[in-house]
T-cell receptor, first 113, second 113 residues
Framework: NAGVTQTPKFRVLKTGQSMTLLCAQD?????MYWYRQDPGMGLRLIHY???????AKGEVPDGYNVSRLKKQNFLLGLESAAPSQTSVYFC????????????FGPGTRLTVT | DQQVKQNSPSLSVQEGRISILNCDYT??????FLWYKKYPAEGPTFLIS?????DKNEDGRFTVFLNKSAKHLSLHIVPSQPGDSAVYFC????????????FGTGTSLTVIP
């Protein structure tokens, strides 16, 4: 049982490049989330999904797109990376119902130069 | 605007003593609160939670207190151990319109042996 995994662990991009971050969970969770963590800002929600084929915007969605084609995977895309997107990105999942505990992946450290 | 605030960026405590981490929130619609612990280069892990219908929840050395009228919660760790040294985030979930979670900025706890 791997839990929540994220690929890649590290990445350096040049401004304007694109990339996709992959999150996978093997717990059959309905809900999945993408957060970014910046110094002094805590965790901020980018996008989330309440089930396969659904996505919704969080607090800071601009510059990002997401897709949830399969229940176990949640992809975060940056179409044209900017230095302001330098951050640590965390994916999380949780089951539906009243269990609000989220399970987090190990994070992806992204640097945009 | 930050709806969940942790006003102490850091805290140092002697081993064996009590650690008290504080969290304040502004949204009265929050009905569920969680604490997560995060070690460097890892994702957050769930620690303890509390529903707004309770004012206290205990799990071993960890106790969370909720004061709804003050919009304040606190995490008590007794006795503190060096392995408790980590960043602690509080998070809140709203009753209405709420698949989102709102995180505080975190408090870095150092337990001194």
């Amino acid at each position: 049982n791997a839990g929540v995994t994220q690929t890649p662990k590290f990445r350096v991009l040049k401004t304007g490049q694109s990339m996709t971050l992959l999150c996978a969970q093997d717990m059959n969770h309905e809900y999945m989330y993408w957060y970014r963590q910046d110094p002094g800002m805590g965790l901020r929600l980018i996008h989330y999904s309440v089930g396969e084929g659904t996505t919704a915007k969080g607090e800071v969605p601009d510059g990002y797109n997401v897709s949830r084609l399969k229940k176990q995977n949640f992809l975060l895309g940056l179409e044209s990376a900017a230095p302001s997107q330098t951050s640590v990105y965390f994916c999380a999942s949780r089951p539906s119902g009243s269990a609000y505990e989220q399970y987090f992946g190990p994070g992806t450290r992204l640097t945009v130069t | 605007d930050q709806q969940v605030k942790q006003n102490s960026p850091s805290l140092s405590v002697q081993e064996g003593r009590i650690s008290i981490l504080n969290c304040d929130y502004t949204n009265s619609m929050f009905d569920y609160f969680l604490w997560y612990k995060k070690y460097p280069a890892e994702g957050p892990t769930f620690l303890i939670s509390i529903s707004s219908i309770k004012d206290k929840n205990e799990d071993g050395r960890f106790t969370v207190f909720l004061n709804k009228s003050a919009k304040h919660l606190s995490l008590h760790i007794v006795p503190s151990q060096p392995g408790d040294s980590a960043v602690y985030f509080c998070a809140a979930h709203p009753l209405q319109g709420g698949n989102q979670f709102y995180f505080g900025t975190g408090t870095s706890l150092t337990v001194i042996p």
